[in-house]
């Protein structure tokens, strides 16, 4: 559980500072969920690993979630939930994906998608009753898709043709929706018009227990190989009449509304998913300091050892930008469009590489369904999965290619210029702890419009190091490192300058996409950097260079030339930190929270 320090009768710690609620909410989630290592928890690994091979949602795990009052979670303060900060729920909600995936997304993730467009576009009336449907531990389903479709909204071809009452008439399915099958409501994004273009969709709040009889097919499934327990499910509607308060917003406005409110899902699902890659470094670290081989443990030896670090900083990474890109939301809402893009396309595949990595030194025992560290076959098939979900990276990269000449003209070069100290006002991204202000939907922008505040920090972050490393030797690979990245700058804002017209649009060729793919990496590598600079000296482990040089050394290898292993002191530094971590029960991302007390102590991590 997450350090507290005692709080007076005023509601202030000793330090004078007021407690963080949601990390206090953490912390009894936490607690709720135990001991995974216990098999007598029916909230442990072997409850949901026994839950997948059934193909279900452990009902344990979602009697929990409910006890905890989860629904809360999804719903903005102002309507009586505890939403409030975008990065402290991705925080919170990593503790249920570090344990199931599946029962992260199947008891979380969809109604809080399906909330966004209610918040956004509905009536005071439409808002508050789904506030009270999700407080009272209903369920709320976002359905778009369609098989015959994919991620092409515009062709979404589920029809709402205008009733004679008024209201709306619905032909036509939806596929692969998770919790369609048990929710007490929907948003349907639907076809109310054949104008081409992006105002023929509009958005449906649908109650779907009050639909008449014989309207509705609901009860098809669609088994996955990962997240198995999900229930996800398809709807089939036969001329079946909603009325015409069931109108989200403006008819025609759907598309405006999920380019914008999808940012926020974009921002904060990879935070979420950040859980899985720790569990999965944590079930291999195990193994790796009990399984011995000449004459030591498996994480004695260098490569094994080099998997391990390099997996750790990459979870770091993949920490800093996630929680960069949620604060992002509150902070500088109009550049949240191609920074949530970026956040969803590079964090899965940084953890999906590192799966695979990890794999190889479990050897034969990833791949067994029973046993010690059976758990990590179940989230190497879930994460696939969810880096699919919601928006493919294909479609990520997509977003970005057509921002990239205007962001180059407009924020980059201007940064990259010797005379031009960059943005001053960036560090309050990096203040994990610092608090924000409310999320406001309004704010959020279709493009950034050439807005960039994080990558054009890495000229400034450059410069200060090369100062910096004049005094401080240990700082001198850092340095490097930065000035290599604000080189890789410079060459993105030339070569994204440089493109055709066909380049800049969704249908541009591999260069673009390339281009759009480096953008993603630079973004990281300054986020990284912008949360080192701000941490504050109390935090031993931010604020030592050895966890950003290690993180900027691994995406510099995606950058150019591949590199060697990490340096072996930093390496070595690196491994005792994960292993002290392990050890205490404590997460691998920045934060350090504990974890639920084990039963039993740790043993075998090889020092």
């Known amino acids: 559980m997450t350090d507290l320090s005692t709080t007076s009768a005023t509601g202030l710690r000793a330090d004078g500072t007021r407690p963080d609620a949601a990390l206090e909410r953490l912390d009894r989630l936490e607690g709720l969920l135990g001991d995974p290592h216990d098999p007598a928890n029916p909230l442990g690994l072997a409850a949901v690993l026994d839950a997948d091979e059934r193909g279900e949602l452990s009902a344990d795990g979602e009697d929990a979630l409910a006890a905890y009052g989860l629904g809360a979670e999804f719903v903005p303060a102002a309507l009586g939930g505890r939403f409030e900060r975008s990065d402290r729920f991705a925080l919170l909600m990593r503790s249920v994906f570090r344990r199931d995936c599946a029962l992260g997304i199947g ?110 097919e609901r009860g098809a499934r669609y088994p996955t190989s990962g997240v198995r327990g999900c229930l996800l499910g398809g709807a089939r509607f036969d001329s079946c009449p909603v009325p015409a308060d069931t109108l989200l917003g403006e008819e025609g406005g759907a598309m405006e509304t999920v380019l914008k409110v999808f940012q926020v899902t974009r921002c904060v699902l990879p935070g979420m998913v950040v859980g899985v890659g720790d569990s999965q470094l944590r079930t291999v670290l195990a193994f790796a300091g009990e399984r011995r081989l000449y004459g030591g443990p498996v994480s004695a030896l260098p490569l094994p050892r080099s998997v391990l670090t390099d997996a750790f900083a990459d979870l770091l990474v993949c920490d800093a930008l996630s929680m960069v890109a949620a604060r992002t939301l509150h902070l500088r809402p109009a550049e949240a469009s191609v920074r949530a893009a970026a956040v969803k396309y590079l964090v899965p595949r940084l953890l999906q590489e590192s799966s695979y990595r990890l794999g190889v030194v479990l050897g034969a025992r990833g791949y067994l369904r029973e046993g010690p560290f059976a758990a990590f076959q179940k989230t190497a098939r879930d994460l696939p999965v969810v880096a699919l979900a919601h928006a493919s990276g294909a479609v990520c990269l997509a977003n970005i290619v057509p921002q990239l000449p205007r962001l180059a003209e407009r924020s980059w070069r201007p940064a990259l210029d010797a005379g031009t100290a960059g943005p001053e006002d960036g560090d309050a991204l990096f203040r994990l702890h610092d608090p924000l202000p409310p999320l406001d939907l309004d704010r959020l922008e279709l493009t950034t419009r050439g807005a960039d505040g994080l990558a054009a920090l890495l000229p400034r972050f450059a410069r200060e190091l090369a100062d910096q490393a004049a005094d401080r030797p240990e700082l001198a690979e850092l340095a490097s490192l930065a000035s290599e990245f604000s080189d890789a700058l410079a060459d993105l804002a030339r070569r994204a300058g440089a493109l055709p017209p066909l380049e800049r649009t969704p249908v541009a060729g591999r260069r673009s996409f390339l281009l759009a793919e480096r953008y993603t990496l630079l973004l990281a590598a300054a986020a990284c950097l912008g949360v080192w600079r701000a941490a504050p000296r109390s935090d031993g482990f931010l604020a030592d260079p050895l966890w950003v040089t290690a993180a900027l050394h691994r995406l510099a290898g995606r950058l150019g030339p591949r590199r060697g292993p990490l340096p072996p002191a930093a390496a070595g530094a690196l491994f005792d930190e994960l292993s002290t971590r392990h050890h205490d029960d404590r997460t691998f991302d920045l934060f350090r929270t504990r974890l639920a007390p084990r039963a039993r102590p740790v043993t075998g991590v090889a020092p």
Request: net charge neutral.
């Open 107 to 216: 008891h979380g993730v969809t109604s809080f998608i399906a909330g966004l467009p209610i918040w956004s576009d509905g009536t005071a009336e439409q808002r508050q009753r789904s506030a009270d449907l999700l407080l009272a531990g209903g369920r709320i389903v976002a359905a778009y898709t369609e098989l015959d479709h994919g991620s092409d909204f515009t062709r979404i071809s589920l029809a709402a043709r205008p009733a004679a009452d008024g209201g709306y008439l619905l032909d036509g399915g939806k596929q692969l929706v998770n919790n369609i099958g048990r929710a007490e409501a929907a948003v349907l994004f639907a076809r109310t018009g054949e104008r081409p273009g992006s105002r023929g969709h509009s958005h449906l709040l649908v109650d779907l227990d009050a639909l008449p009889a014989g309207r509705l």
